[in-house]
């Protein structure tokens, strides 16, 4: 089931969002997700999750891809899938529904930003309609060393 998170959720999507940012290159980031911070954040742009056997299984959120008026209609999304629940279409579900939530916004063009390590994101990506417009080289530090970042996008 895709709906809407609130508050609530924040402990859950913050455990499976720093699993990624612990165990991963998919992002960049070394810092990890705080619940509390997380839920102030769910109540000032969408986050939708994905719910299965009554747990979190996964979440997608969206947030203007640059400052400025002139970017109001262009978002970039994070999209994030619990280890266990892979493989189930929860992702798809979640990306379809982020784009529902996004074209009803008045949104025009959805970012992705994509570790280049991150190969299956990549191809997740295409098989929705994303297409690359950006290889960044070396833009990312994390581990010790460089890393690429993919920009893809599709036109809502």
């Known amino acids: ?18 699993a990624c940012i612990r165990d991963t290159t998919d992002t960049f980031t070394t810092v990890e997700k ?14 939708l999750m994905a719910e299965a056997a009554g747990a979190v299984a996964g979440f997608v959120t969206y947030g203007q891809f640059r400052g400025g008026p002139g ?15 892979r493989g189930q279409g929860l992702g798809r579900a979640l990306m379809h529904a982020c784009q529902d939530h996004a ?17 299956a994101g990549v191809a997740f990506h295409e098989t929705l309609g994303f297409v690359t417009c950006a290889h960044l080289a070396q833009v990312g530090w994390k581990w010790g060393r460089w890393h690429d970042l993919i920009l893809m996008q599709k036109m809502l």
Not at 1 to 18: G, S
Request: zero cysteines; proline letters at 8%.
């Open 1 to 18: 089931m895709i709906r809407p998170a609130r508050p609530d959720d924040a402990p859950a999507i913050a455990k499976i969002w720093n």
């Open 34 to 47: 705080d619940p509390e911070r997380l839920a102030a954040q769910i109540e000032l742009q969408p986050y």
């Open 71 to 85: 970017y109001v209609h262009t978002v970039e999304h994070s999209i994030h899938v619990a280890d266990g629940a």
């Open 103 to 119: 074209r009803r916004a008045g949104i025009h063009s959805m970012i992705a930003g994509i570790s280049a390590g991150n190969t």
